[in-house]
Protein backbone atom coordinates (compact mmCIF):
# COMPACT_ATOMS: atom_id res chain seq x y z
CA UNK A 1 0.00 0.00 0.00
CA UNK A 2 1.53 2.94 -0.91
CA UNK A 3 1.30 6.44 1.45
CA UNK A 4 -0.19 9.85 0.05
CA UNK A 5 1.45 11.50 3.31
CA UNK A 6 -1.45 13.35 3.98
CA UNK A 7 -1.85 13.32 7.12
CA UNK A 8 1.92 15.19 7.53
CA UNK A 9 2.43 18.40 8.62
CA UNK A 10 5.07 19.99 6.60
CA UNK A 11 7.49 19.45 9.91
CA UNK A 12 6.74 15.42 9.62
CA UNK A 13 7.32 15.62 6.29
CA UNK A 14 10.99 16.88 6.68
CA UNK A 15 11.53 14.77 9.15
CA UNK A 16 10.99 11.69 7.38
CA UNK A 17 12.48 13.04 4.48
CA UNK A 18 15.70 13.71 6.33
CA UNK A 19 15.50 9.75 7.68
CA UNK A 20 14.75 8.23 4.31
CA UNK A 21 17.79 10.04 2.43
CA UNK A 22 19.92 9.92 4.92
CA UNK A 23 19.27 6.09 4.84
CA UNK A 24 19.51 6.22 0.79
CA UNK A 25 22.78 8.14 0.97
CA UNK A 26 24.16 6.05 4.36
CA UNK A 27 24.71 9.94 5.21
CA UNK A 28 23.16 11.71 8.53
CA UNK A 29 21.53 14.71 7.49
CA UNK A 30 21.58 17.49 10.43
CA UNK A 31 17.78 18.94 11.50
CA UNK A 32 16.83 22.12 12.50
CA UNK A 33 14.43 23.77 14.96
CA UNK A 34 11.07 24.91 13.22
CA UNK A 35 11.48 28.87 11.84
CA UNK A 36 12.81 30.59 8.49
CA UNK A 37 16.01 27.76 6.98
CA UNK A 38 17.08 29.76 4.38
CA UNK A 39 16.45 27.10 1.70
CA UNK A 40 17.98 24.06 4.28
CA UNK A 41 15.60 21.54 5.70
CA UNK A 42 18.52 19.03 6.33
CA UNK A 43 22.51 19.45 5.59
CA UNK A 44 25.33 16.85 5.74
CA UNK A 45 28.71 17.84 5.36
CA UNK A 46 31.93 16.30 4.96
CA UNK A 47 34.94 18.68 4.79
CA UNK A 48 33.98 21.60 2.23
CA UNK A 49 31.95 19.32 0.74
CA UNK A 50 27.86 20.08 1.47
CA UNK A 51 24.74 18.53 0.56
CA UNK A 52 21.58 20.13 1.20
CA UNK A 53 18.51 18.73 1.59
CA UNK A 54 14.68 20.30 0.68
CA UNK A 55 11.46 19.08 1.40
CA UNK A 56 8.15 20.29 -0.19
CA UNK A 57 4.91 18.81 1.21
CA UNK A 58 2.39 20.64 -1.01
CA UNK A 59 -0.52 18.45 -0.50
CA UNK A 60 -3.21 18.85 -2.97
CA UNK A 61 -1.90 21.29 -5.08
CA UNK A 62 -0.44 20.88 -8.86
CA UNK A 63 2.82 20.83 -10.28
CA UNK A 64 2.50 23.88 -11.06
CA UNK A 65 2.13 25.17 -7.47
CA UNK A 66 5.31 22.78 -7.07
CA UNK A 67 7.44 24.87 -9.83
CA UNK A 68 6.25 27.98 -8.80
CA UNK A 69 7.79 27.51 -5.21
CA UNK A 70 11.40 25.81 -6.62
CA UNK A 71 11.69 29.35 -8.67
CA UNK A 72 11.26 30.85 -5.66
CA UNK A 73 13.40 28.99 -3.95
CA UNK A 74 16.42 29.36 -6.60
CA UNK A 75 17.87 32.49 -5.10
CA UNK A 76 18.55 30.61 -2.22
CA UNK A 77 20.00 27.40 -3.62
CA UNK A 78 22.63 29.72 -5.80
CA UNK A 79 23.43 31.52 -2.43
CA UNK A 80 24.12 28.55 -0.50
CA UNK A 81 26.50 27.17 -4.08
CA UNK A 82 25.88 23.05 -2.17
CA UNK A 83 28.28 20.73 -3.87
CA UNK A 84 24.91 18.22 -4.18
CA UNK A 85 21.19 19.43 -3.86
CA UNK A 86 18.62 16.73 -2.92
CA UNK A 87 15.27 17.50 -3.30
CA UNK A 88 12.06 15.61 -1.80
CA UNK A 89 7.89 16.37 -2.61
CA UNK A 90 4.94 14.69 -1.70
CA UNK A 91 3.72 14.86 -5.16
CA UNK A 92 3.94 11.91 -7.80
CA UNK A 93 6.50 13.04 -10.76
CA UNK A 94 6.97 12.18 -14.28
CA UNK A 95 10.13 12.15 -16.49
CA UNK A 96 9.08 15.54 -17.72
CA UNK A 97 7.93 16.99 -14.53
CA UNK A 98 11.78 15.96 -13.17
CA UNK A 99 13.24 17.42 -16.25
CA UNK A 100 11.73 20.29 -15.59
CA UNK A 101 12.40 20.98 -12.04
CA UNK A 102 16.28 19.93 -13.08
CA UNK A 103 15.88 23.28 -15.49
CA UNK A 104 14.96 25.52 -13.03
CA UNK A 105 17.12 24.06 -9.37
CA UNK A 106 20.16 24.85 -12.00
CA UNK A 107 23.53 23.43 -11.28
CA UNK A 108 23.59 22.54 -7.67
CA UNK A 109 21.80 19.22 -8.72
CA UNK A 110 23.64 16.60 -9.66
CA UNK A 111 21.51 14.64 -10.86
CA UNK A 112 17.75 14.04 -11.61
CA UNK A 113 18.00 10.90 -9.42
CA UNK A 114 18.33 13.03 -6.64
CA UNK A 115 14.53 14.48 -7.47
CA UNK A 116 12.19 12.29 -5.36
CA UNK A 117 8.58 12.64 -5.88
CA UNK A 118 6.06 10.59 -3.84
CA UNK A 119 6.99 6.76 -5.71
CA UNK A 120 10.40 7.30 -5.11
CA UNK A 121 9.63 8.15 -1.09
CA UNK A 122 7.46 5.04 -0.79
CA UNK A 123 10.20 2.79 -2.24
CA UNK A 124 12.82 3.77 0.04
CA UNK A 125 9.61 3.34 2.57
CA UNK A 126 9.78 -0.13 1.55
CA UNK A 127 13.58 -0.56 1.28
CA UNK A 128 14.09 0.89 5.14
CA UNK A 129 10.90 -0.04 6.93
CA UNK A 130 12.82 0.95 10.03
CA UNK A 131 12.02 4.34 9.18
CA UNK A 132 8.40 3.60 8.58
CA UNK A 133 8.14 2.08 12.47
CA UNK A 134 10.04 5.62 13.65
CA UNK A 135 7.07 7.55 12.01
CA UNK A 136 4.14 7.10 13.33
CA UNK A 137 1.69 9.41 11.65
CA UNK A 138 2.53 6.55 8.89
CA UNK A 139 1.00 3.83 10.71
CA UNK A 140 -2.48 5.06 10.48
CA UNK A 141 -3.23 4.28 6.68
CA UNK A 142 -0.92 1.56 7.16
CA UNK A 143 -2.39 -1.60 9.29
CA UNK A 144 0.45 -4.28 8.25
CA UNK A 145 3.08 -1.58 10.34
CA UNK A 146 0.64 -1.52 13.53
CA UNK A 147 0.14 -5.60 13.90
CA UNK A 148 3.97 -6.02 13.13
CA UNK A 149 4.66 -3.74 16.32
CA UNK A 150 2.23 -5.34 18.26
CA UNK A 151 3.06 -8.66 17.29
CA UNK A 152 7.00 -8.22 18.22
CA UNK A 153 5.78 -6.15 20.94
CA UNK A 154 3.81 -9.01 22.82
CA UNK A 155 6.09 -11.09 21.68
CA UNK A 156 9.15 -9.47 23.41
CA UNK A 157 6.37 -9.20 26.47
CA UNK A 158 5.76 -13.27 26.90
CA UNK A 159 9.58 -14.29 26.36
CA UNK A 160 10.87 -11.34 28.53
CA UNK A 161 7.87 -11.37 30.88
CA UNK A 162 8.23 -7.52 30.58
CA UNK A 163 5.66 -5.29 30.56
CA UNK A 164 4.42 -4.07 27.08
CA UNK A 165 6.08 -0.18 26.67
CA UNK A 166 3.64 2.30 27.59
CA UNK A 167 3.11 4.36 24.36
CA UNK A 168 2.56 1.22 22.43
CA UNK A 169 -0.11 0.18 25.25
CA UNK A 170 -1.35 3.75 25.16
CA UNK A 171 -1.46 3.22 21.14
CA UNK A 172 -3.25 -0.38 21.20
CA UNK A 173 -5.73 1.01 23.98
CA UNK A 174 -6.73 3.95 21.68
CA UNK A 175 -7.32 1.25 18.81
CA UNK A 176 -8.91 -1.21 20.73
CA UNK A 177 -10.52 0.08 24.25
CA UNK A 178 -10.82 -2.64 26.94
CA UNK A 179 -13.79 -1.37 29.43
CA UNK A 180 -12.11 -2.68 32.69
CA UNK A 181 -8.66 -1.33 31.40
CA UNK A 182 -10.13 2.51 30.98
CA UNK A 183 -8.90 5.27 33.60
CA UNK A 184 -11.48 6.29 34.92
CA UNK A 185 -9.55 9.58 36.75
CA UNK A 186 -8.94 10.51 33.22
CA UNK A 187 -12.14 12.91 31.90
CA UNK A 188 -12.88 13.17 28.31
CA UNK A 189 -11.39 15.76 26.76
CA UNK A 190 -13.95 18.18 25.40
CA UNK A 191 -13.42 20.23 21.65
CA UNK A 192 -14.28 23.56 23.21
CA UNK A 193 -11.72 25.68 22.35
CA UNK A 194 -10.85 28.80 19.45
CA UNK A 195 -7.90 28.05 18.46
CA UNK A 196 -6.20 30.86 17.00
CA UNK A 197 -3.53 30.50 14.76
CA UNK A 198 -1.03 33.42 14.58
CA UNK A 199 2.44 34.79 14.67
CA UNK A 200 4.17 37.17 17.12
CA UNK A 201 3.48 40.45 14.88
CA UNK A 202 -0.57 39.59 15.47
CA UNK A 203 -0.07 39.84 19.21
CA UNK A 204 -1.86 43.16 19.75
CA UNK A 205 -4.83 41.43 17.42
CA UNK A 206 -4.87 38.66 19.91
CA UNK A 207 -4.99 40.88 22.52
CA UNK A 208 -7.72 42.99 21.70
CA UNK A 209 -9.88 39.91 20.14
CA UNK A 210 -9.52 37.03 22.69
CA UNK A 211 -11.02 38.90 25.82
CA UNK A 212 -13.94 39.70 23.71
CA UNK A 213 -14.25 36.10 22.41
CA UNK A 214 -14.11 35.41 25.88
CA UNK A 215 -16.58 37.84 26.92
CA UNK A 216 -19.22 35.99 24.88
CA UNK A 217 -18.30 32.75 26.91
CA UNK A 218 -16.03 30.98 24.68
CA UNK A 219 -12.77 29.66 25.70
CA UNK A 220 -9.51 30.83 23.63
CA UNK A 221 -6.40 29.39 23.26
CA UNK A 222 -3.28 31.75 21.84
CA UNK A 223 0.38 30.73 22.77
CA UNK A 224 0.79 34.60 23.69
CA UNK A 225 -0.90 33.80 26.95
CA UNK A 226 -2.07 30.43 27.23
CA UNK A 227 1.10 28.50 27.63
CA UNK A 228 3.44 28.87 30.47
CA UNK A 229 6.78 28.84 31.48
CA UNK A 230 8.66 25.35 30.69
CA UNK A 231 6.16 24.11 28.31
CA UNK A 232 7.56 22.83 25.19
CA UNK A 233 5.84 25.34 22.93
CA UNK A 234 5.35 23.82 19.92
CA UNK A 235 4.35 20.50 21.57
CA UNK A 236 1.69 22.22 23.65
CA UNK A 237 0.46 24.28 20.52
CA UNK A 238 -0.17 21.03 18.36
CA UNK A 239 -1.64 18.92 20.96
CA UNK A 240 -4.15 22.16 22.02
CA UNK A 241 -4.74 22.02 18.45
CA UNK A 242 -5.29 18.34 17.58
CA UNK A 243 -7.44 17.45 20.72
CA UNK A 244 -9.22 20.88 21.81
CA UNK A 245 -9.88 22.72 18.98
CA UNK A 246 -13.67 23.56 18.31
CA UNK A 247 -12.93 25.90 15.46
CA UNK A 248 -9.50 27.42 14.17
CA UNK A 249 -9.06 30.97 13.32
CA UNK A 250 -6.58 31.92 11.60
CA UNK A 251 -5.11 35.43 11.53
CA UNK A 252 -4.18 36.09 8.15
CA UNK A 253 -1.54 38.54 6.25
CA UNK A 254 0.86 37.88 4.08
CA UNK A 255 3.15 37.86 6.55
CA UNK A 256 1.99 35.85 8.94
CA UNK A 257 0.69 33.29 6.57
CA UNK A 258 4.30 32.64 5.53
CA UNK A 259 5.70 31.31 8.17
CA UNK A 260 6.15 28.08 9.20
CA UNK A 261 4.33 27.40 12.55
CA UNK A 262 0.93 28.77 10.42
CA UNK A 263 1.35 26.23 7.67
CA UNK A 264 2.35 23.62 9.59
CA UNK A 265 -0.94 24.75 11.75
CA UNK A 266 -2.72 24.47 8.93
CA UNK A 267 -2.19 21.17 7.61
CA UNK A 268 -2.94 19.58 10.90
CA UNK A 269 -6.23 21.80 11.22
CA UNK A 270 -7.05 20.53 7.31
CA UNK A 271 -6.22 16.77 8.69
CA UNK A 272 -8.67 17.78 11.25
CA UNK A 273 -11.74 18.98 9.21
CA UNK A 274 -11.82 15.41 7.48
CA UNK A 275 -11.49 13.67 10.42
CA UNK A 276 -14.46 15.92 12.27
CA UNK A 277 -16.76 15.86 9.03
CA UNK A 278 -16.22 19.85 9.78
CA UNK A 279 -15.93 21.40 6.20
CA UNK A 280 -15.99 25.69 8.52
CA UNK A 281 -13.72 23.88 10.31
CA UNK A 282 -10.76 26.92 9.40
CA UNK A 283 -12.17 30.49 9.56
CA UNK A 284 -9.93 32.62 8.14
CA UNK A 285 -9.86 36.19 9.79
CA UNK A 286 -8.67 38.90 7.34
CA UNK A 287 -6.49 41.70 8.52
CA UNK A 288 -4.90 42.99 5.82
CA UNK A 289 -5.66 41.82 1.83
CA UNK A 290 -3.57 38.52 1.20
CA UNK A 291 -2.76 36.12 -1.21
CA UNK A 292 -4.82 32.54 -0.81
CA UNK A 293 -2.24 29.38 0.90
CA UNK A 294 -2.95 25.40 0.88
CA UNK A 295 -5.40 25.25 3.58
CA UNK A 296 -7.46 27.95 3.25
CA UNK A 297 -8.77 27.34 -0.46
CA UNK A 298 -11.59 28.61 -1.28
CA UNK A 299 -12.51 29.36 2.38
CA UNK A 300 -14.52 32.34 3.19
CA UNK A 301 -13.18 34.74 5.72
CA UNK A 302 -13.95 37.34 7.69
CA UNK A 303 -13.18 40.97 6.95
CA UNK A 304 -11.72 42.75 9.82
CA UNK A 305 -10.17 45.22 7.22
CA UNK A 306 -13.01 47.45 7.00
CA UNK A 307 -12.61 47.98 10.93
CA UNK A 308 -12.31 45.17 13.90
CA UNK A 309 -15.66 45.91 15.69
CA UNK A 310 -17.40 45.16 12.21
CA UNK A 311 -15.54 41.98 12.02
CA UNK A 312 -16.01 40.96 15.68
CA UNK A 313 -19.80 41.44 14.74
CA UNK A 314 -19.33 38.93 11.93
CA UNK A 315 -17.42 36.71 13.61
CA UNK A 316 -19.67 36.44 16.59
CA UNK A 317 -22.70 35.74 14.14
CA UNK A 318 -20.82 33.48 12.13
CA UNK A 319 -19.49 31.35 15.53
CA UNK A 320 -23.24 31.48 16.37
CA UNK A 321 -24.74 29.85 13.29
CA UNK A 322 -22.17 27.28 13.31
CA UNK A 323 -22.86 26.59 16.44
CA UNK A 324 -18.95 26.53 18.09
CA UNK A 325 -19.41 25.49 21.74
CA UNK A 326 -19.32 27.53 24.71
CA UNK A 327 -18.38 27.21 28.81
CA UNK A 328 -21.06 25.72 30.51
CA UNK A 329 -20.42 28.04 33.51
CA UNK A 330 -21.07 30.91 31.46
CA UNK A 331 -18.10 33.79 30.79
CA UNK A 332 -15.52 34.24 31.99
CA UNK A 333 -12.99 36.71 30.94
CA UNK A 334 -8.41 35.50 31.73
CA UNK A 335 -7.51 38.50 33.75
CA UNK A 336 -3.94 38.43 32.43
CA UNK A 337 -5.29 39.71 29.27
CA UNK A 338 -5.27 43.06 30.02
CA UNK A 339 -1.65 42.27 32.14
CA UNK A 340 -0.07 41.22 29.53
CA UNK A 341 -1.31 44.06 27.28
CA UNK A 342 -0.50 46.77 29.67
CA UNK A 343 3.07 45.24 29.86
CA UNK A 344 3.61 45.61 26.39
CA UNK A 345 1.84 49.28 26.24
CA UNK A 346 3.81 52.63 26.65
CA UNK A 347 3.36 54.02 30.22
CA UNK A 348 2.48 57.27 31.07
CA UNK A 349 5.02 59.15 32.99
CA UNK A 350 4.16 61.94 35.52
CA UNK A 351 7.28 64.39 34.47
CA UNK A 352 7.25 68.04 33.32
CA UNK A 353 6.91 67.84 29.18
CA UNK A 354 8.37 70.57 26.76
CA UNK A 355 4.96 71.64 24.42
CA UNK A 356 5.63 73.08 21.42
CA UNK A 357 3.15 75.25 19.39
CA UNK A 358 2.59 76.49 15.86
CA UNK A 359 1.80 80.17 17.38
CA UNK A 360 4.17 82.52 16.44
CA UNK A 361 5.92 84.95 18.89
CA UNK A 362 5.33 88.80 17.40
CA UNK A 363 9.07 90.60 17.40
CA UNK A 364 7.70 94.37 16.13
CA UNK A 365 4.54 95.77 14.50
CA UNK A 366 3.43 98.83 12.96
CA UNK A 367 1.46 101.51 15.32
CA UNK A 368 -1.33 102.34 12.86
CA UNK A 369 -2.97 99.98 10.43
CA UNK A 370 -4.78 102.19 7.27
CA UNK A 371 -7.80 102.02 5.25
CA UNK A 372 -7.57 103.56 1.94
CA UNK A 373 -10.21 104.29 -1.12
CA UNK A 374 -9.36 105.75 -4.42
CA UNK A 375 -10.17 109.38 -5.27
CA UNK A 376 -11.74 109.22 -8.40
CA UNK A 377 -12.70 106.32 -10.96
CA UNK A 378 -10.14 103.27 -10.96
CA UNK A 379 -10.06 100.18 -12.95
CA UNK A 380 -10.74 97.43 -10.28
CA UNK A 381 -9.10 94.71 -12.07
CA UNK A 382 -6.00 96.54 -12.18
CA UNK A 383 -6.14 97.34 -8.50
CA UNK A 384 -6.82 93.32 -7.68
CA UNK A 385 -3.46 92.41 -10.07
CA UNK A 386 -1.39 94.89 -8.67
CA UNK A 387 -2.38 93.95 -5.03
CA UNK A 388 -0.69 90.61 -5.37
CA UNK A 389 2.54 92.03 -6.04
CA UNK A 390 2.49 94.87 -3.39
CA UNK A 391 5.52 94.60 -1.31
CA UNK A 392 3.47 95.01 1.65
CA UNK A 393 0.30 92.40 3.80
CA UNK A 394 -2.34 94.08 2.33
CA UNK A 395 -6.08 93.08 2.02
CA UNK A 396 -9.21 94.41 -0.28
CA UNK A 397 -12.38 95.64 1.80
CA UNK A 398 -15.43 96.95 0.32
CA UNK A 399 -14.34 99.84 -2.15
CA UNK A 400 -10.98 99.75 -0.66
CA UNK A 401 -8.10 97.64 1.19
CA UNK A 402 -6.46 97.70 4.41
CA UNK A 403 -2.77 98.21 5.03
CA UNK A 404 0.29 98.90 6.95
CA UNK A 405 1.80 100.76 4.39
CA UNK A 406 2.26 104.37 4.85
CA UNK A 407 0.74 106.92 2.05
CA UNK A 408 4.46 107.67 0.32
CA UNK A 409 4.29 103.67 0.00
CA UNK A 410 1.37 103.50 -1.42
CA UNK A 411 1.71 105.98 -3.98
CA UNK A 412 5.11 104.48 -4.87
CA UNK A 413 3.44 101.07 -5.67
CA UNK A 414 0.16 101.95 -7.03
CA UNK A 415 0.50 105.99 -8.80
CA UNK A 416 -0.14 104.18 -12.34
CA UNK A 417 -3.66 103.03 -11.05
CA UNK A 418 -4.76 106.33 -9.87
CA UNK A 419 -4.83 108.56 -6.52
CA UNK A 420 -5.63 106.72 -3.19
CA UNK A 421 -6.22 108.47 0.31
CA UNK A 422 -6.63 107.78 3.82
CA UNK A 423 -9.95 107.04 5.13
CA UNK A 424 -9.01 105.98 8.44
CA UNK A 425 -6.02 105.32 10.58
CA UNK A 426 -6.75 102.95 13.33
CA UNK A 427 -4.27 102.17 16.21
CA UNK A 428 -3.28 98.46 16.06
CA UNK A 429 -4.38 97.50 19.62
CA UNK A 430 -7.40 98.76 19.14
CA UNK A 431 -8.13 97.04 15.60
CA UNK A 432 -7.11 93.88 17.46
CA UNK A 433 -9.62 94.64 19.94
CA UNK A 434 -12.23 95.83 18.59
CA UNK A 435 -12.26 94.42 14.77
CA UNK A 436 -10.42 90.98 15.12
CA UNK A 437 -12.08 90.21 18.05
CA UNK A 438 -15.62 90.88 16.46
CA UNK A 439 -15.10 88.80 13.76
CA UNK A 440 -14.92 85.48 15.80
CA UNK A 441 -17.73 83.52 15.62
Not at 86 to 105: C, Y
Not at 401 to 413: I, K, N, R, S
Request: proline share 6%; with cysteine.
Amino acid sequence: MAHSFANLSATDFEELSRDLIGCALEARFEGFTPGPDGGIDGRHSVGSNTTILQAKHLERSSFSDLKRTMRKERASIDRLAPQRYVLTTSQGLTPSNKKALREIIGPSLQSERDIFGADDLNGLLRAFPDVEKAHPKLWSVRGGVLQTLIAEAVSEGVATSRQVPKPLADLIAAKAPAPEAADKSRPAVARDVLFLAKTSQDDEFALWLAPKLEAEGYNVFADILTLEPGDRWRKERTQALRNRASKVLVLCRDASLASSDIQDDLSVAVELAEELGDKRFVIPLRLEPYKKVHGLGDAVHVDFVRGWGEGLQSLLTTLKRQRAPKRADGPRVHPNWEIFRRRGAIPLKDEPERLTSNWLRVAAAPDKIFFYEPVGHIDRSMLKRALTSFPRPISPYASGYFTFADGHEVDGALSHLGRFSVKHAIPLDQFSREWVCRAKP
